[in-house]
């Protein structure tokens, strides 16, 4: 299975809550971390619900 590298670049201050709360269940809490997940259709669709606050990149495993 394929991995991405999720990263938060730009703070959720702003945001709504339903913004922030899908940033929190994809495993971030604070710019600039990082987190590494499993390339599902579930982590890719909130990616994309808040791709203008994060940077993506592709993983080898």
Do not use: F, W
């Not at 971030?28 to 499993?38: A, D, E, F, H, M």
Request: net charge positive.
């Amino acid at each position: 299975m394929a991995k991405i590298k999720i990263t938060l670049v730009k703070s959720v201050i702003g945001y709504s809550e339903q913004q922030r709360r899908t940033v929190r269940s994809l495993g971030l809490n604070k710019t600039g971390r990082s987190v590494i997940q499993n390339d599902t259709p579930d982590i890719l669709g909130k990616v994309k619900s808040v791709a203008h606050l994060l940077k993506v990149e592709e993983v080898e495993s």
